[in-house]
């Protein structure tokens, strides 16, 4: 499963791209508000900063404004992948670019329909947010079942990109769904890392090791 970091913050994403773990990133206007960046000036440091798909949305909600958007944000550079919004408009402004081969991120799905809807579109990627859909008391993750079910019954290329995750099981239940992508905050990338256990047996480790008297360098 690949893994794109959810946020507009450089600093954030560098230590990532050094740890290997970044296939891309998204960011959304909430995002790039709270980066308090310019969106062509963050977006286009972040796609030097990453080989993958970099998400950059359409503010407009019409056909003919989000073009002529989406035509500003693939000038940004070759990796930029267009976020549209799960509307008639936003999916006929998908089909526009996907006729083309340019990549597009369907976001804001909620149903198993829409994620069909953006499939037949030509959406490179589908974007159900989990963590909303468990905030209304449905299931996120059983949205990703259906959506891997119908996705695989009629091999549609666009991949499952699990967004809005909010804990650790969303990314393992992710993984064992068969998600193409999981987008994670940052924090909760370095969430990951965590295990009392690993924790333990590393501070068991280190201070056997000084009572060797040994040095490993030296
Ligand atoms: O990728 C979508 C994400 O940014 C939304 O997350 O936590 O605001 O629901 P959240």
Redesign the pocket.
């Given at each position: 499963m690949k893994i794109f970091i959810?946020t507009a913050e450089i600093e954030e994403i560098k230590p990532l791209v050094e740890l290997g773990l970044v296939d891309g990133v998204?960011t959304?206007p909430?995002?790039i508000l709270k980066s308090g960046r310019n969106i062509f000036e963050v977006t286009k440091e972040i796609c030097d900063l990453v080989d993958g798909p970099v998400s950059a949305e359409v503010a407009s909600t019409d056909y003919k404004t989000m073009v002529e958007e989406a035509v500003a944000l693939y000038n940004i550079a070759d990796n930029v992948c267009l976020k549209v919004p799960m509307t008639p408009d936003g999916l006929k402004t998908c089909k526009y670019f996907s006729d083309q081969g340019k990549m597009v991120n369907v976001?804001l799905c909620f149903s198993a329909a829409q994620a069909l809807l953006a499939a037949k579109a030509g959406a490179s990627f589908i974007?159900p947010?989990v963590?909303?859909h468990d905030d209304v008391g449905q299931s996120g993750m059983a949205l990703i079942e259906e959506i891997r079910i119908i996705y695989d019954n009629y091999n549609f290329d666009t991949e499952i990109l699990v967004?809005?995750t909010?804990h650790n099981l969303h990314i393992i239940d992710s993984a064992l769904i068969g998600a193409d992508v999981a987008?994670i905050?940052p924090k909760l990338v370095h969430q990951l890392f965590k295990h009392p256990l690993t924790d333990s047996g590393l501070a068991a480790f280190v201070a056997d090791w000084e009572k060797t008297g040994q040095s490993i360098t030296d």
């Open positions: 959810d998204t959304n909430s995002l976001t974007s947010f963590g909303r967004a809005s909010r987008t905050p």
